[in-house]
Structures are given as C-alpha cells and as structure tokens.
C-alpha cells in the first residue's frame, strides 16, 4: 500500500533508503529515478494509477515527485523529517538492549539510562540514530526530571529497588506536570502487586498507581526471550494514541 503525502524515498545507483510503499509502484519508481540518473529524461511529477498498468489492484491515483540531490546535499533540506515519539528506557539489561535493537527504524526518539557505566559501555555500536541519547545516572531516578514532555517510560533495570524508585518518580513527575505519556514496568503480577503496596505506603493514590501499565507488551504475544518481548513491548507503544 503507497504511504501518505511527504513520504520520500532517497535511490542511488547502488542503494535505497525510506520507501514509498506500494509495491510495483516502489519498483517501477526506483527503475525510473535510476534511468534519470543515467541521463534518460524524467518529468518532475508523475501520476500513477494503481491499476492493472502497474499490476496492481488497490484502486486510485498517486503522484511522485522526482528531485535530484546536489552530490553532498543534505536530504533534510529538501523533506521534512519524521517526527520521532520519545522514549525513556530505564535498563541496558537482555531486554533493554533487545527493545533499542527492535526501535532503531521505529519513529522513536531513545533516552536509554542506566545506573552502571560497565552497562551502557558498548550498549550501542556505531553512530547513535537520530534522536537517540544514552545517559548515566546514578541513581537512576535522577534521570526523570530531564525526560522530554510526552515521553513513553518503560522500566527495567536490574534491580527491583531501582526499578520502585523510578517509577516513584515517574509519579511525583505526573503529580506534578502530567506530562509522560505512558510508563510501563516490565514484570510479573505479583511483582506489580507488591510495587502497588510500596507505592500506597509512600502516599500515592489509586488514581496515580493506575497509571503505571505492569506487565507491558501487548497481550497474547507468548514467549520471554528479549526479543519477543521487545516486539510485543514496542507494538504496544506503537498502539498509543499520538
């Protein structure tokens, strides 16, 4: 299925990045920016009907927009960028690290903290994506404060009492601005349960525990490894309203 107005899709001789979706349209796009770069001419719109012409049977009518890039010129300053939803990841553990894995093509701007410097070294190879950030703080809490309005918060990190005092400050930070998204603590029920119990014996509400989502991942995905969880995690976050 073709994307929405704005999407691009940058073709080089030799590689694709982005995608305009759509299958033979796709195909036969990536076919004509080619020739062009070869020197054969190319309008700089086309209208594409998505019919038995392109083999395809979804019904109506696309345009695409051919633009040359100067060699060096930033792709930025020709299309607007993807705005990325934030999200806080407490915990560089299996899980942690299966989720940033899982995220680095989701539309997600990752603030990963970790109280353990030993944790984070290695976390990530390579340049980090766009708006990613990997930050040490001990204690880890701490990091609350400086997350991004509209941040999704998932906790996980090593230890349960570190784990308790984040998301009490998550809470404080809610009472207070009510501006996280969501926060999400990975765990069991009963792990939930006796969290409910410490949270109400430090002066949090029912409303204000309610707000914490424990276990996280959308039901009816089994399985434990990271990976799944990670999927089933994510595929949750995607699911929240915008």
């Excluded at 759509?22 to 001419?41: M, N, S, V």
């Excluded at 109506?60 to 939803?85: K, M, Y």
């Excluded at 899982?102 to 766009?130: F, M």
């Amino acid at each position: 299925m073709p994307r929405g107005a704005g999407t691009w899709m940058l073709v080089s001789p030799q590689a694709v990045q982005g995608t305009v979706g759509g299958g033979h349209l796709e195909f036969d796009a990536i076919a004509r920016a080619r020739a062009a770069l070869d020197g054969a001419e190319l309008p700089p719109e086309l209208r594409c009907a998505l019919g038995p012409s392109l083999g395809q049977c979804c019904g109506g009518v696309v345009w695409l927009r051919f633009e040359r890039l100067a060699p060096g010129e930033d792709l930025a300053t020709r299309v607007p960028l993807e705005p990325l939803r934030p999200l806080a990841l407490f915990g560089a553990g299996h899980v942690g690290r299966a989720i940033a894995k899982a995220a680095v093509d989701l539309p997600l701007a990752l603030h990963w903290v970790d109280s353990r410097d030993t944790q984070l070294d290695g976390a990530w190879q390579g340049p980090l994506p766009r708006g990613w950030r990997l930050e040490l703080s001990e204690p880890a809490e701490a990091a609350v404060a400086g997350l991004a309005p509209g941040s999704v918060v998932l906790v996980m990190t090593h230890n349960h009492a570190e784990d308790l005092e984040v998301l009490a400050a998550c809470l404080r930070r809610q009472r207070q601005q009510q501006d996280l998204a969501f926060i999400g603590m990975i765990g069991s029920a009963t792990k939930w349960a006796s969290f409910r119990q410490r949270l109400e014996a430090r002066g949090f509400s029912e409303a204000e525990r309610a707000q914490v989502c424990c276990p996280i991942g959308l039901p009816g995905v089994p399985g434990k490894q990271p990976a799944v969880i990670a999927v089933a995690v994510l595929a949750q976050i995607l699911a929240l309203p915008a």
